[in-house]
């Protein structure tokens, strides 16, 4: 009989055990937005100006690092530490209305406002941050390669360029 | 007289001798882990991030918004249904104001992209281990004209058991 009584007892204890009182937990997360202004571009120099060849010469660079104020200049105003993408043609077409040519564009960037200093940019990214402070946050140049038929005629030979930022 | 008590005492003493023990012991370490009834954990917090000004509405999916998503584990008796509720609010720069829903998803494995919607006031039932993962999104919801700043909120998970 006291054997019995004591196996009662231990299935009521497991049964005490399994069992957990009602309640309710809770856990917060922070919910974190930040809301920028709108980029522009500032144009400070718009003319990659390759400068003048011979009929015969089938080439011209702009270097946009070493290449002064023959680079196309520009800058953009807009959110500091912002991650930003640029992306342009990997050619386009240079006329003087009767040959074409190509240009392939170069482009290089800088937080600050010095040309030397600048590296180059991959076309459509990685993206590179804009300046931590100021409002005028990130510097670039553009230059580049063009190329003409050896027999092209002589001439003007113009064509534009868009580099796009994307942020 | 005195012969017999000298016996007696005799008596005592080869008894003594026949009483010595030897003792072996062995020990069992007894081992036991309690865990807390429920415990729910604040694993990574919600970011949508960057927005230009102008934009009205972004959203971060909890379930394949990778680690913009918020991030909670359960840790409870295993197999047993709780009931889910979450709720959200604004989001404060301090002056200006966003709305913002919180969305839910949740499952038994820690594999995100395979957890389901959830909806507040759902049951779900914890895993084998008594373990449950959830992720929090939602849409903030802003004016054309937000002030340029920096909004914060709290995205609230309770399970009733």
Same mark, same amino acid.
């Given at each position: 009989m006291k054997k019995l009584i004591a196996i009662v007892a231990l299935v009521t204890g497991l049964a005490t055990g399994n069992a957990f009182a009602a309640g309710t937990v809770t856990a917060t997360a922070t919910v974190d937005l930040t809301i920028l202004s709108a980029f522009s571009v500032n144009i400070v120099t718009s003319t990659i100006s390759l400068g003048t060849i011979y009929q015969g010469t089938t080439t011209a660079s702009v270097d946009p690092i070493n290449g002064g104020a023959s680079a196309a200049a520009f800058s953009l105003d807009g959110p500091n530490s912002t991650p930003v993408t640029f992306s342009w043609p990997s050619s386009i077409t240079l006329s003087n209305g009767t040959d074409n040519g190509t240009f392939a564009a170069n482009v290089t960037g800088n937080i600050a406002n010095t040309q030397t200093s600048s590296t180059s940019l991959t076309n459509g990214g990685p993206a590179v941050n804009t300046a $931590?402070? $100021? /409002? /005028?946050?990130y510097y670039f140049w553009v230059g580049g390669t063009a190329t003409v038929p050896a027999a092209a005629s002589a001439g003007a030979y113009t064509g534009s360029v868009t580099v796009t930022v994307t942020y | 007289m005195r012969r017999i008590v000298l016996g007696i005492a005799s008596f005592l003493v080869a008894a003594n001798a026949f009483e010595q023990t030897h003792v072996v012991t062995a020990t069992a370490l007894v081992n036991m882990t309690m865990k807390p009834t429920m415990g729910l954990t604040t694993g990574r917090d919600l970011t949508f991030g960057f927005v230009v000004q102008g934009v009205t509405s972004i959203y971060v999916d909890p379930i394949t918004g990778g680690n913009s998503a918020a991030y909670f584990s359960l840790s409870a008796p295993p197999n047993t249904p709780v009931t889910v509720t979450f709720s959200s609010g604004v989001l404060s720069d301090g002056s200006n104001s966003i709305a913002f829903n919180g969305a839910l998803s949740g499952g038994p494995s820690t594999t995100q992209n395979q957890s389901s919607q959830l909806t507040s006031g759902n049951t779900i039932t914890t895993n084998s281990s008594g373990e449950y993962y959830f992720w929090a999104g939602g849409t903030a919801n802003l004016s =054309?004209?937000? =002030?340029?700043g920096t909004y914060v909120g709290s995205f609230v998970l309770t399970i009733a058991y």
């Open positions: $931590g402070s $100021g /409002t /005028t946050v | =054309p004209t937000q =002030p340029i």
